[in-house]
Nanobody, 126 residues
Framework: QVQLVESGGGLVQAGGSLRLSCAAS????????MAWFRQAPGKEREFVAG????????YYADSMKGRFTISRDNAKNTVYLQMNSLKPEDTAVYYC???????????????????WGQGTQVTVSS
C-alpha cells in the first residue's frame, strides 16, 4: 500500500504561483509513475503532469507545458508541482496519484492510477 498526502494549495491571484507537494509513504519502492490530476466543478478529472519515480523523466498535458513543472525528490519521497502564471481556469482540486505498473507510454487516464491523495484546492482569482 502507498499513502499520498497533498499540501500547498490555496488562493492566489491570476499571474501568481503556487507549489504543491505530495508526500508518499508505504511501499514507495514499488512505484513506477506519479502524477498530478485536477478536477474542476462539473468537469472530469484531467491529467496535468507525470514523473517516472526512478528516472525522473516527465510528461505534461499540452495545456500545462511551459507553466507547470513536475519534479520529485526520492530522498524525501515527495513529488512537487510548481505552477506559474496561474489563470482562473486553473481553479480546481488538485490530486496526486501513483501507479506501480510499468508502461512504455505515459498513462493519462485517472482509471489507470491505483493510489490517490485526498486533494488540495487551488483557487485562482481574476
Amino acid at each position: 500500500q502507498v499513502q499520498l498526502v497533498e499540501s500547498g494549495g490555496g488562493l492566489v491571484q491570476a499571474g501568481g504561483s503556487l507549489r504543491l507537494s505530495c508526500a508518499a509513504s508505504g511501499r514507495t519502492f514499488s512505484l513506477y509513475t506519479m502524477a498530478w490530476f485536477r478536477q474542476a466543478p462539473g468537469k472530469e478529472r484531467e491529467f496535468v503532469a507525470g514523473v517516472r519515480w526512478n528516472t525522473g523523466s516527465t510528461y505534461y498535458a499540452d495545456s500545462m507545458k511551459g507553466r507547470f513543472t513536475i519534479s520529485r525528490d526520492n530522498a524525501k519521497n515527495t513529488v512537487y508541482l510548481q505552477m506559474n502564471s496561474l489563470k482562473p481556469e486553473d481553479t480546481a482540486v488538485y490530486y496526486c496519484a501513483a501507479r506501480y505498473q510499468p508502461s512504455t507510454f505515459w498513462r493519462i487516464s485517472a482509471d489507470e492510477y491505483t493510489y490517490w491523495g485526498q486533494g488540495t484546492q487551488v483557487t485562482v482569482s481574476s
